[in-house]
């Protein structure tokens, strides 16, 4: 139709009409392309949002999680600490248990889940990453990725060359059939075997590095992010809430 009047007024040499139809087609190119653009952002701040409600949820239920394990593994090296303190000093042989019993059994193993939220993994695999508007919280989003091959990484340099204690030495530990607080231990003989010392140390040492830069540190990650994506989210919905009281936004189809 547009065609046909410019057609027309060509042969009628009505330049003016010509121009005018010339605007209208520019003009409406033009708007077009802009209420794409605008559909086009509309569905990026959706997609963002869903993007950060979903993380925020799975973060929720991982940080109880988290927090638990590094509780239970503070627990135990703290077990392995008074131990230690017997062992060094002689004293306090009395309130040793099969509670430490167990923790010595259990001090090589390093076995604790390191999280990582699924939408994570979908934001950076897809790179749909670049949906995240704010600077800050894409950052952090790619920095804990790149924080869990570390703790990954550190939690198996910590795992090489650990000794099974129970195993190595049967005559100082017998380990329980049922739990692990089932073990028995004999304190004062492990306090007279230095190899027994020596490797006990050097088990309780990794197992501090292990409850200070691997659960510890996911703790302290997880919760970080955790509230940097809550922040992130409730300035997504005002931001939106924002935009759809606007008309342009809202007539938009």
Known sequence: ????????????????????????????????????????ARRDRDAEALYLDRLHRELSTISPLVEQDHKDQRDRLERLDEV????????????????????????HIFADTIFYPATIKELIATGRIVLIRDDATRTEILSFDQN???????????????????????????AGLGEWEDAICDFEAMSLNQSYLNDF?????????????????????????????????????????????APVASEVK
């Open 201 to 245: 140390i050097d088990n309780m040492r990794r197992y501090a590095a292990y409850v200070s830069n691997v659960t510890g540190r996911q703790s302290e990650v997880i919760e970080s992010l955790r509230g940097t994506i809550a922040s992130a989210s409730i300035a997504t919905y005002a931001s939106e809430a924002s935009s759809s009281s």
């Open 148 to 174: 869990n091959e570390r703790l990954e990484q550190i939690r198996t340099d910590i795992q090489i060359d650990r000794v099974l204690l129970a195993r190595k030495y049967p005559q100082l530990i017998i």
């Open 1 to 40: 139709m547009i065609l046909r009047r410019v057609t027309e007024h060509v042969k009628a040499q009505n330049w003016f009409a010509v121009g005018i139809d010339f605007f209208i087609v520019i003009a409406g190119v033009f708007i077009g392309i802009q209420v794409a653009n605008w559909n086009d």
């Open 84 to 107: 230690r303190m017997f062992l060094a000093t002689g004293l306090g042989i009395e309130r040793l248990d099969g509670r430490h019993c167990g923790a010595l059994s259990q001090s």
